[in-house]
């Protein structure tokens, strides 16, 4: 750090003794903004330069000054390389900084030429505004820097240029940014139509392909029509567009990567993945529609009313993010994550094989785009599980082509790109909500605003489908979109009544007639009330997981991630989006404003509150949580929006542009997007060693020849010998280890709404899952079998009456294989005819308790003490122990007069017994004082445990004074008899005088 001082102060002194001798322009001429753009561009061409150097100096050995003896500090890194690298990168800085500030100097002697010039300056900053937030999270960033050092070397040079230009009088002085914004989008394009032509001959199998010609065809062409009709077009500015134009000719190609990757055999040949030809007609279709727009665009341009148009295709701008955004497409293969993957494949496939309707027999756990995968593999690739695979990418240009065209109704082409770009992992994940629900709202706004009062119908129309579109499709961030545009529904309800109260009687009709329909002769209405019954219930899914310890270490955060302050920011990042809004609706007097930008930020707010806040307490140290990504992703949706609508100064908004991407860059992920995609043209997809034909196996629905984990493969190859062994063709199981996708690789339908217990967590939800295994008398379930369970928390803590059902209803039995099933008490002779071994009653606690009992119930009991006056009421049976029980022994602690005790020494504890009659399943225990950084545990002894043993307790943090503990969540408590009695340890280390309040047993109320 001293050495760094001491570099910028030399630095400094350097530049002040360079003024003063007249060799640096006087400062006085440029004002901050100029100042900014100098040193910016100095540095990133500094850091380049100095990065270069590095790289050719790194092999030069070790050098020392003086004789080291012991043991030398540097072990991998070659410090003198690195001095070189910064002794490159000052006297380069200082280099560069001269020659930028001389240019300005010339530059800045017309004013308006100026302006053109730092606006073009400010948005070739981007890429650099991007790197420096990268930077701050990751240690390299190679790839943004080379983009940063191309678009800072082109506009300094296309600045000069048009400057030369300027002074001969070709060029007028108001088109600087118009004109430098159109050469640097055309020699950019020009690059990526050669990658679209190199990634659409790959995708026809022709390789190799010499790099250039394709960029050579299209300047020759481009010149020769300069020169053919050279008289007809004296217009620079036509010139110049005809040129982008042709840029942009390659680009559509990009489209392609979506096509079937080309294929090497292990035998040598090379083929393709068997896409369905529909895919490769709309990926033709797209191209011409991308063609037409070039030619249409192109023309438009050309109209005095749209002199200022950049002459850039929309659809150019999608096919580049397509291309960007796309991942390497691998052998079809089957996720290990049979969770996720389940829950966007199996829906499909039951709509497909067994008529299964959404919300009614299955409940989608994010709404109808959990079908999205599998009608994709069904309408590009053959329909099998392993399809999933192979439209991964086409499942992401579904949110690309949303977001981007919504986006760009209100920020504008080039910001809905940044944030279309900025997006990662979003497509299926929980940052795809907010991409539904902002892309909803921005498409009626921007009908709110095109709309003349009078015409606000169609409006009201749009409401109301958007609606149903965004529940149905994600069901909670379709709640969040509704709730949150409902005051710009009622404006817009307002507007209709006012001018047109006939059309409104009109809307109602329709609504009512239709809807009527509907419900006589269809199902919807049950749906749309399960729909709704699925948006309240599904609000409590992860209140368990609150409680239970995270997978992710508890250390520090400062020792997760590359800084442990920046990782807060981005977890609250989403303040960034709430505090304009709040600032922007507080503002007054402003003519800009209108009623209709209020009930949009409004309706940005309000959804703001719903959507975001949750994903505060949910982010992880280590990685980005899915529900860290909902704040990531409103951010990047939402930030343009807010920004940029309300500013009306070209280089004010050329700043805001530059801030947002600064933020982009901190909490997005463009280095590793960028990196991906420079992998991608001219890939070769390479046969596995193993591939695996699921009909070998009696297993159709994975697909043919598809990679699958060998132990994946054993597991469905033993739970399906199981499954044919005891239950007849008809009959299917109950999967209890959240393994989703098992029933579709089985072809058995799930017997039960909801197939994840890990999404059922409600009481109600239990309840019907409950009565679905009776009425349909499911005889089977699998209860143990490398269990998925996201955040911890087994059965027995996330369903307790599916938990507490299955064990009085059902038989547990181990298979040959060790997995754990259990069957329905009146049958279990087909267990014991088809050779499996059913234990004793001790046998069975071990058995159950190995699966369902979690001894570290890490936050859960103090979690559920603090909500004790909420679980009252679901309460019943209180025993204190206090007051009916006994002592019957402590140690290390006294109790004085007034009932408070004095804990001396270790290992102190309290022995109560439990009076005559009295179990219950919950045990409430509060305190007067609270205790921190240590833990409580709690033991028992009853008809089945006989002592006091580590395999019968519970372990709890003491962060508090009120604790609800699960004793029932055990096998060992819930199948006993009766319990005898009841050992509390405190908190080791625990020292000084406490009192109990409560030691109260509970039975939770039977609601059924």
Same mark, same amino acid.
């Given at each position: 750090?001293?050495?760094?001082?001491?570099?910028?102060? *030399?630095?400094?002194?350097?530049?002040?003794?360079?003024?003063?001798?007249?060799?640096?322009?006087?400062?006085?001429?440029?004002?901050?903004?100029?100042?900014?753009?100098?040193?910016?561009?100095?540095?990133?061409?500094?850091?380049?330069?100095?990065?270069?150097?590095?790289?050719?100096?790194?092999?030069?050995?070790?050098?020392?000054?003086?004789?080291?003896?012991?043991?030398?500090?540097?072990?991998?890194?070659?410090?003198?390389?690195?001095?070189?690298?910064?002794?490159?990168?000052?006297?380069?800085?200082?280099?560069?900084?001269?020659?930028?500030?001389?240019?300005?100097?010339?530059?800045?002697?017309?004013?308006?030429?100026?302006?053109?010039?730092?606006? *073009?300056?400010?948005?070739?900053?981007?890429?650099?505004?991007?790197?420096?937030?990268?930077?701050?999270?990751?240690?390299?960033?190679?790839?943004?820097?080379?983009?940063?050092?191309?678009?800072?070397?082109?506009?300094?040079?296309?600045?000069?240029?048009? &400057?030369?230009?300027?002074?001969?009088?070709?060029?007028?002085?108001?088109?600087?940014?118009?004109?430098?914004?159109?050469?640097?989008?055309?020699?950019?394009?020009?690059?990526?139509?050669?990658?679209?032509?190199?990634?659409?001959?790959?995708?026809?199998?022709?390789?190799?392909?010499?790099?250039?010609?394709?960029?050579?065809?299209?300047?020759?062409?481009?010149?020769?029509?300069?020169?053919?009709?050279?008289?007809?077009?004296?217009?620079?500015?036509?010139?110049?567009?005809?040129?982008?134009?042709?840029?942009?000719?390659?680009?559509?190609?990009?489209?392609?990567?979506?096509?079937?990757?080309?294929?090497?055999?292990?035998?040598?040949?090379?083929?393709?993945?068997?896409?369905?030809?529909?895919?490769?007609?709309?990926?033709?279709?797209?191209?011409?529609?991308?063609?037409?727009?070039?030619?249409?665009?192109?023309?438009?341009?050309?109209?005095?009313?749209?002199?200022?148009?950049?002459?850039?295709?929309?659809?150019?701008?999608?096919?580049?993010?397509?291309?960007?955004?796309?991942?390497?497409?691998?052998?079809?293969?089957?996720?290990?994550?049979?969770?996720?993957?389940?829950?966007?494949?199996?829906?499909?496939?039951?709509?497909?094989?067994?008529?299964?309707?959404?919300?009614?027999?299955?409940?989608?756990?994010?709404?109808?785009?959990?079908?999205?995968?599998?009608?994709?593999?069904?309408?590009?690739?053959?329909?099998?599980?392993?399809?999933?695979?192979?439209?991964?990418?086409?499942?992401?240009?579904?949110?690309?082509?949303?977001?981007?065209?919504?986006?760009?109704?209100?920020?504008?082409?080039?910001?809905?790109?940044?944030?279309?770009?900025?997006?990662?992992?979003?497509?299926?994940?929980?940052?795809?909500?907010?991409?539904?629900?902002?892309?909803?709202?921005?498409?009626?706004?921007?009908?709110?605003?095109?709309?003349?009062?009078?015409?606000?119908?169609?409006?009201?129309?749009?409401?109301?489908?958007?609606?149903?579109?965004?529940?149905?499709?994600?069901?909670?961030?379709?709640?969040?979109?509704?709730?949150?545009?409902?005051?710009?529904?009622?404006?817009?309800?307002?507007?209709?009544?006012?001018?047109?109260?006939?059309?409104?009687?009109?809307?109602?009709?329709?609504?009512?007639?239709?809807?009527?329909?509907?419900?006589?002769?269809?199902?919807?209405?049950?749906?749309?009330?399960?729909?709704?019954?699925?948006?309240?219930?599904?609000?409590?899914?992860?209140?368990?997981?609150?409680?239970?310890?995270?997978?992710?270490?508890?250390?520090?955060?400062?020792?997760?991630?590359?800084?442990?302050?920046?990782?807060?920011?981005?977890?609250?990042?989403?303040?960034?989006?709430?505090?304009?809004?709040?600032?922007?609706?507080?503002?007054?007097?402003?003519?800009?404003?209108?009623?209709?930008?209020?009930?949009?930020?409004?309706?940005?707010?309000?959804?703001?509150?719903?959507?975001?806040?949750?994903?505060?307490?949910?982010?992880?140290?280590?990685?980005?949580?899915?529900?860290?990504?909902?704040?990531?992703?409103?951010?990047?949706?939402?930030?343009?929006?807010?920004?940029? &609508?309300?500013?009306?100064?070209?280089?004010?908004?050329?700043?805001?542009?530059?801030?947002?991407?600064?933020?982009?860059?901190?909490?997005?992920?463009?280095?590793?997007?960028?990196?991906?995609?420079?992998?991608?043209?001219?890939?070769?997809?390479?046969?596995?060693?193993?591939?695996?034909?699921?009909?070998?196996?009696?297993?159709?629905?994975?697909?043919?020849?598809?990679?699958?984990?060998?132990?994946?493969?054993?597991?469905?190859?033993?739970? %399906?010998?199981?499954?044919?062994?005891?239950?007849?063709?008809?009959?299917?199981?109950?999967?209890?280890?959240?393994?989703?996708?098992?029933?579709?690789?089985?072809?058995?339908?799930?017997?039960?709404?909801?197939?994840?217990?890990?999404?059922?967590?409600?009481?109600?939800?239990?309840?019907?899952?409950?009565?679905?295994?009776?009425? %349909?008398?499911?005889?089977?379930?699998?209860?143990?079998?490398?269990?998925?369970?996201?955040?911890?928390?087994?059965?027995?803590?996330?369903?307790?009456?599916?938990?507490?059902?299955?064990?009085?209803?059902?038989?547990?039995?181990?298979?040959?294989?060790?997995?754990?099933?259990?069957?329905?008490?009146?049958?279990?002779?087909?267990?014991?005819?088809?050779?499996?071994?059913?234990?004793?009653?001790?046998?069975?606690?071990?058995?159950?308790?190995?699966?369902?009992?979690?001894?570290?119930?890490?936050?859960?009991?103090?979690?559920?003490?603090?909500?004790?006056? &909420?679980?009252?009421?679901?309460?019943?049976?209180?025993?204190?122990?206090?007051?009916?029980?006994?002592?019957?022994?402590?140690?290390?602690?006294?109790?004085?007069?007034?009932?408070?005790?004095?804990?001396?020494?270790?290992?102190?504890?309290?022995?109560?017994?439990?009076?005559?009659?009295?179990?219950?399943?919950?045990?409430?225990?509060?305190?007067?004082?609270?205790?921190?950084?240590?833990?409580?545990?709690?033991?028992?002894?009853?008809?089945?445990?006989?002592?006091?043993?580590?395999?019968?307790?519970?372990?709890?943090?003491?962060?508090?004074?009120?604790?609800?503990?699960?004793?029932?969540?055990?096998?060992?408590?819930?199948?006993?008899?009766?319990?005898?009695?009841?050992?509390?340890?405190?908190?080791?280390?625990?020292?000084?005088?406490? &009192?109990?309040?409560?030691?109260?047993?509970?039975?939770?109320?039977?609601?059924?």
């Amino acid at each position: 750090m001293l050495q760094l001082i001491l570099i910028i102060a *030399l630095l400094v002194g350097f530049l002040w003794w360079g003024g003063k001798k007249e060799l640096l322009p006087q400062s006085s001429k440029f004002d901050l903004t100029t100042w900014f753009l100098a040193i910016a561009q100095s540095l990133i061409l500094s850091l380049s330069f100095g990065f270069f150097i590095w790289t050719k100096t790194e092999n030069i050995p070790q050098q020392y000054s003086d004789f080291i003896s012991g043991n030398i500090g540097f072990s991998v890194q070659n410090k003198t390389s690195d001095l070189y690298a910064l002794y490159a990168t000052v006297i380069a800085f200082t280099v560069f900084f001269i020659i930028i500030l001389k240019l300005y100097d010339k530059v800045f002697d017309n004013k308006i030429f100026s302006q053109g010039a730092v606006k *073009l300056s400010l948005y070739s900053l981007v890429p650099f505004a991007i790197l420096v937030g990268q930077s701050l999270r990751m240690s390299k960033t190679i790839k943004l820097l080379a983009l940063s050092l191309f678009f800072i070397s082109l506009s300094l040079a296309i600045i000069f240029i048009l &400057h030369f230009l300027y002074k001969k009088e070709y060029l007028q002085q108001d088109k600087v940014f118009i004109i430098g914004s159109k050469i640097i989008l055309g020699i950019i394009f020009l690059g990526l139509s050669e990658v679209g032509f190199s990634v659409f001959l790959s995708r026809l199998g022709f390789f190799p392909y010499t790099i250039g010609l394709f960029s050579f065809l299209i300047v020759v062409s481009y010149a020769i029509i300069l020169i053919t009709h050279k008289k007809k077009n004296k217009e620079y500015k036509r010139k110049i567009d005809l040129g982008v134009a042709f840029s942009q000719l390659g680009i559509p190609l990009l489209f392609f990567i979506l096509a079937s990757p080309p294929v090497l055999l292990k035998n040598g040949v090379q083929t393709f993945f068997p896409y369905n030809p529909i895919l490769y007609i709309f990926l033709y279709c797209l191209s011409l529609i991308s063609l037409v727009s070039i030619y249409k665009n192109f023309k438009v341009g050309q109209r005095a009313e749209k002199r200022n148009s950049l002459s850039v295709s929309p659809w150019m701008l999608i096919a580049i993010l397509v291309y960007i955004q796309s991942s390497r497409v691998g052998w079809p293969s089957i996720s290990l994550d049979e969770y996720h993957s389940g829950e966007f494949y199996l829906p499909w496939w039951l709509f497909q094989h067994f008529d299964y309707l959404p919300f009614l027999d299955y409940q989608p756990a994010r709404g109808l785009v959990n079908y999205i995968p599998g009608f994709l593999s069904q309408l590009f690739y053959d329909g099998t599980f392993s399809g999933q695979s192979m439209v991964q990418n086409h499942f992401v240009t579904l949110y690309l082509f949303l977001a981007f065209f919504s986006l760009r109704l209100i920020a504008g082409d080039f910001l809905a790109f940044l944030s279309v770009f900025s997006l990662f992992s979003f497509a299926g994940s929980s940052a795809g909500g907010p991409i539904v629900a902002i892309s909803s709202l921005v498409i009626l706004f921007a009908s709110v605003s095109k709309n003349s009062d009078r015409d606000f119908i169609k409006s009201l129309w749009l409401w109301v489908g958007l609606s149903f579109f965004v529940v149905f499709f994600m069901v909670a961030e379709g709640g969040v979109f509704v709730l949150g545009t409902l005051p710009l529904g009622v404006y817009i309800l307002f507007k209709v009544y006012h001018y047109s109260k006939k059309k409104l009687l009109i809307f109602f009709g329709i609504i009512i007639f239709v809807g009527g329909i509907l419900a006589l002769t269809t199902d919807t209405t049950h749906i749309i009330i399960s729909l709704i019954r699925y948006l309240i219930e599904q609000s409590g899914v992860n209140d368990v997981a609150h409680g239970i310890i995270w997978q992710y270490p508890s250390s520090s955060i400062n020792t997760s991630v590359t800084s442990g302050y920046l990782w807060q920011f981005v977890r609250f990042s989403w303040l960034l989006l709430i505090i304009p809004i709040v600032v922007l609706l507080s503002k007054k007097g402003d003519n800009l404003w209108r009623k209709k930008d209020v009930f949009f930020l409004i309706a940005l707010f309000i959804m703001s509150i719903l959507i975001i806040p949750r994903a505060a307490g949910r982010i992880d140290a280590t990685t980005y949580s899915r529900p860290g990504e909902i704040s990531i992703g409103f951010i990047l949706c939402g930030l343009p929006l807010v920004a940029l &609508h309300f500013v009306k100064n070209h280089i004010h908004k050329a700043k805001i542009v530059l801030g947002i991407a600064l933020i982009f860059g901190l909490i997005g992920n463009q280095e590793v997007t960028l990196s991906r995609a420079l992998r991608l043209h001219q890939y070769v997809a390479d046969e596995p060693s193993s591939i695996v034909s699921g009909s070998t196996h009696k297993l159709e629905n994975i697909g043919e020849e598809v990679v699958m984990d060998n132990d994946q493969l054993l597991r469905q190859t033993n739970i %399906k010998g199981v499954l044919d062994g005891i239950l007849l063709h008809q009959e299917t199981y109950y999967d209890v280890t959240n393994h989703n996708a098992d029933y579709g690789f089985q072809g058995k339908p799930n017997p039960v709404v909801d197939t994840a217990f890990y999404n059922a967590p409600t009481e109600q939800q239990q309840l019907r899952t409950i009565e679905e295994l009776q009425t %349909k008398s499911i005889h089977l379930a699998l209860v143990d079998s490398n269990n998925i369970l996201h955040d911890g928390g087994p059965l027995s803590l996330r369903s307790f009456w599916v938990y507490r059902f299955l064990l009085n209803s059902y038989t547990p039995f181990i298979d040959h294989n060790g997995y754990t099933w259990m069957i329905l008490k009146s049958k279990t002779n087909r267990a014991t005819s088809s050779g499996f071994h059913l234990g004793s009653k001790n046998e069975e606690v071990d058995l159950l308790s190995d699966i369902f009992w979690q001894k570290d119930l890490a936050g859960l009991p103090a979690s559920w003490g603090q909500s004790i006056k &909420h679980l009252d009421q679901k309460t019943e049976n209180p025993v204190n122990l206090l007051v009916t029980g006994k002592i019957l022994d402590t140690h290390n602690m006294t109790q004085d007069s007034n009932n408070e005790w004095n804990v001396i020494g270790k290992n102190h504890y309290i022995i109560l017994e439990i009076p005559a009659g009295a179990k219950g399943d919950m045990l409430y225990l509060e305190t007067d004082r609270n205790i921190e950084k240590h833990s409580y545990q709690v033991f028992w002894i009853n008809d089945i445990v006989p002592t006091f043993a580590e395999e019968n307790s519970f372990v709890f943090e003491a962060n508090g004074t009120q604790f609800m503990v699960p004793l029932s969540a055990a096998p060992s408590w819930e199948l006993s008899e009766m319990v005898t009695q009841i050992k509390i340890n405190l908190p080791k280390n625990f020292s000084g005088k406490i &009192h109990f309040n409560k030691i109260i047993l509970y039975d939770r109320t039977d609601i059924r």
